[in-house]
């Protein structure tokens, strides 16, 4: 729903135009005539510093003084294949992929954000089934949940063929190990491309606070990366984000990288694709997430100012976010299925200092629980010890129980151990000549930001001395 009051009178020319240019693109607006109605006269004056202008258009509260149809279009998010609408929040990740790739493609579209807006927030849990997803994207009233680039690229009809240009290097994923690698790279004189899925910065990125990586008492763990992207960026590497990599092939010493964006070609690859978070595979999990149920502190943290949720599990993840978290919820329970946790003595330290937060050990989750809205209402756990079931209530939970390595399309390409992370020797050699591996989908990789900057570096070299 996109609300536009225009003020202005039948007999004005630039307020016919206007008019009808929003009614060309199925635009619904309140016409309110400024002759017959006397208290929008004097709004008018207010918004325009005591003119009286016409057309005056508030649009979501927003004002526009006589707009030409450029700016409206801008502002509306109407291009040559439609009226283009995304829901979003800054602090989301996809948004900022969704509304990037746009910007890129030069699609004009119209930012809502859910955060200013309680309709907006309601208008998508309309659409979503009660579900709060971002972004969701309105493309001539036709919604789209979350949809990746090549959905937008498809329903947009965005040309985006490229040159079957030849890159020295290939480096999936834009983490710190992918970033690290490009830039070493780069000052070699080496033309390398970054394909990355979802956002630049990987998990990292996602971090609240990063206390452990040289050179930053404490800094966040998006301004960390950006700062490494930017760095990248200024040696020349190019980044493409929303590019989700299918599988890759080399003949003739080339590499070929299918993706939903279509086929790249590299003489060498970096496999710097990350890992990502384990699900419990409990009754209604998968069903729940978005409504009620997250993986991402950083990322959904926001929606549960002044509420109570869950965390699950008992490593550095979970007390690290679990600690976080506290600081705008009203309640963090931690439920861990033993009794002793396996995070760092720093974390466990510093939980029994937080006051709101509580912790229920040797507890096993056995389903989530729903609303008769479909959304989070608790989890059904039972005591290790006496076997006692209960049923826990909260607003949301954050699961935090580990990592799965992204090397599904490297599956039949190259080696990996028998949990999917990529065998290495040396520089971060695989078994595969020229395609290398850094960071957390690498088998022994201990998933620091700092060691995955380092493994950057050594398949840097790797490429180095296969190219010369
Ligand atoms: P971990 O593998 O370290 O911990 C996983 C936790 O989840 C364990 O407590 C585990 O319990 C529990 N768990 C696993 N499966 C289930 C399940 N099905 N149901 C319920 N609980 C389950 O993962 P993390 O994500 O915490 O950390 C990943 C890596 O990143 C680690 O190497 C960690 O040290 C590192 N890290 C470092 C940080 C830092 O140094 N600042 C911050 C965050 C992460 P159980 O013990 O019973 O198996």
Not at 221 to 243: C, H, N, R
Not at 320 to 345: P, Q, W, Y
Request: net charge negative; aromatic share 8%; with cysteine.
């Amino acid at each position: 729903m996109i609300e536009i009051i225009f003020y202005g009178a039948e007999w004005c020319s630039d307020c016919k135009k206007a008019k009808q240019y929003l009614n060309d693109n199925n635009i619904q607006f309140e016409f309110v005539d400024v002759d017959i109605d006397k208290n929008a006269t004097n709004l008018v004056e207010t918004i325009n510093n005591g003119k009286r202008i016409i057309p005056t258009l508030l649009i979501n509260n927003k004002s526009f003084t006589n707009p030409d149809n450029n700016a409206l279009a801008t502002e509306l998010g109407i291009n040559k294949v439609g009226n283009v609408i995304l829901y979003g929040a800054d602090w989301c990740p996809d948004c900022r992929r969704a509304k990037k790739y746009l910007q890129d493609n030069k699609i004009n579209f119209q930012f809502i954000e859910v955060d200013k807006h309680i309709w907006a927030t309601e208008k998508v849990e309309e659409i979503n089934n009660g579900k709060r997803i971002i972004p969701t994207i309105l493309i001539n009233s036709q919604p789209y949940t979350n949809p990746d680039n090549s959905i937008l690229k498809d329903v947009l009809k965005i040309d985006s063929n490229k040159a079957q240009e030849i890159f020295d290097s290939i480096i999936i994923g834009a983490g710190p190990a992918g970033l690290t690698a490009s830039i070493y790279a780069q000052r070699d004189r080496f033309d390398t491309l970054i394909l990355e899925k979802k956002n630049i910065g990987g998990n990292a990125a996602l971090t609240e606070k990063i206390e452990n990586y040289p050179g930053f008492t404490t800094i966040s763990g998006s301004g960390l990366m950006t700062k490494m992207a930017e760095q990248a960026q200024t040696y020349g590497t190019k980044i493409e984000t929303g590019v989700d990599v299918q599988y890759i092939s080399k003949k003739d010493d080339i590499f070929t990288v299918k993706t939903n964006m279509g086929d790249y070609y590299s003489k060498t690859i970096v496999a710097a694709v990350g890992s990502t978070y384990r699900l419990m595979n409990i009754p209604l999990e998968k069903e729940l997430i978005g409504a009620g149920i997250h993986f991402c502190a950083t990322c959904d943290g926001a929606f549960y100012r002044d509420k109570e949720i869950f965390v699950i599990g008992g490593g550095n993840s979970a007390l690290e976010e679990s600690i976080f978290l506290a600081g705008f919820c009203k309640k963090v329970t931690i439920i861990h299925r033993k009794d002793t946790f396996s995070a760092s003595e720093t974390y466990i330290e510093k939980l029994k200092t937080i006051n709101n937060i509580t912790i229920l050990k040797d507890k096993e989750s056995l389903e989530f629980l729903k609303h008769d809205n479909d959304t989070l209402k608790g989890i059904l756990i039972k005591d290790n010890k006496t076997h006692k079931v209960e049923e826990v209530y909260a607003d949301g939970a954050f699961i935090f129980i580990g990592l799965i390595p992204n090397t599904g399309s490297f599956k039949n390409v190259i080696d990996l151990n028998e949990r999917g992370f990529i065998l290495t020797t040396g520089l971060g050699e695989t078994n595969v000549s020229g395609l290398f591996a850094a960071g957390d989908c690498r088998e022994g990789a201990i998933a620091q930001v700092a060691s995955a900057t380092g493994e950057g570096v050594l398949a840097s070299y790797g490429i180095r001395n296969h190219l010369k």
